[in-house]
């Protein structure tokens, strides 16, 4: 079994910046893929940003290019999440995610991803 544990949320001012982790914990291994996801009331969880095994390859929402910066630390079984310029829109539950089944494949669809974290409330006030 493998847990992921977010932490960095809270309330941040428009304009500002966050910074969010998630490490892993468990039967962790090598070579799977993480990733960032959010939701906010009423809508559906949607992709935020993805990176690869080896961090050479993310991918990122459109509504967060130029702003949003995902990274990950392997040793320490880490993935981040680099928020900056920060609007209400963002404004939502953000949770991370691994895909244990590929390693550079970055997918956007929720289905692809097999362990999930519970999830930090990210609000961003105007």
């Known amino acids: 079994q493998v847990q992921l544990v977010e932490s960095g949320g809270g309330l941040v001012q428009a304009g500002g910046s966050a910074r969010l982790s998630c490490a892993a914990s468990?039967?962790?291994?090598?070579?799977?893929?993480l990733g960032w996801f959010r939701q906010a009331p009423g809508k559906e969880r949607e992709f935020v940003a993805g990176?690869?095994?080896?961090?050479?390859?993310?991918s990122y929402a459109d509504s967060v290019k130029g702003r949003f910066t995902i990274s990950r630390d392997n040793a320490k079984n880490t993935v981040y999440l680099q928020m900056n310029s920060l609007q209400p829109e963002d404004t939502a539950v953000y949770y991370c995610?691994?895909?244990?089944?590929?390693?550079?494949?970055?997918?956007?669809?929720?289905?692809?991803?097999?362990?999930w974290g519970q999830g930090t409330q990210v609000t961003v006030s105007s």
């Open positions: 468990g039967r962790t291994r090598s070579g799977y893929v």
């Open positions: 995610a691994a895909d244990w089944n590929f390693m550079y494949n970055i997918h956007r669809n929720r289905q692809a991803y097999d362990y």
């Open positions: 990176i690869s095994w080896s961090g050479s390859s993310t």
